[in-house]
């Protein structure tokens, strides 16, 4: 089963999910999380743009051939919105999860919950901690439930 861990790129919630799950048959795939390299590489690839919003187009479109694959090739998008900033990208990857027909994991703290009640509504599961993914995508691959 194909995992695509989308949203949030500041905290290592995606080791501790891919740890809680090493011994299940799971491929994870994700975007790309060197937030430079990831801002920058249409222009590092592409070349130079004085403009702002040609660099950041370069970067974004680029980019969006690793998100649009990835997703389209998931058996499950699981999206986390962090804390600390808005993570537009990560409500695209989930609206575009959805209307894919793809199952849709959410995670996020409460306090984002009425601004995410759309995104909530659209996901199978919505989880809180990378240990609460890591049983879900447990039990859905065994039928087991973590004592």
């Known amino acids: 089963m194909r995992i695509y861990l989308s949203g949030e790129i500041h905290t290592d919630w995606r080791d501790q999910i891919i740890a809680a799950c090493g011994d299940l048959n799971l491929a994870f795939d994700g975007p790309v999380t060197d937030h430079a390299a990831s801002d920058d590489c249409g222009v590092e690839i592409l070349g130079a743009e004085p403009n702002k919003f040609w660099h950041d187009r370069k970067g974004a479109q680029l980019n969006a051939i690793r998100t649009r694959t990835g997703i389209e ?27 894919l027909g793809k199952p849709l994991i959410v995670m996020h703290q409460d306090e984002h919950q009425h601004a995410l009640k759309e995104v909530d509504a659209a996901a199978l599961v919505v989880a809180q901690t990378p240990q609460q993914v890591a049983a879900a995508l447990r039990y859905v691959m065994t039928g087991a439930l973590l004592k």
């Open 73 to 99: 090739q998931a058996d499950v998008v699981v999206v986390r919105f962090g804390e600390k900033y808005k993570q537009w990208n990560a409500a695209f990857d989930a609206g575009y999860a959805a209307a």
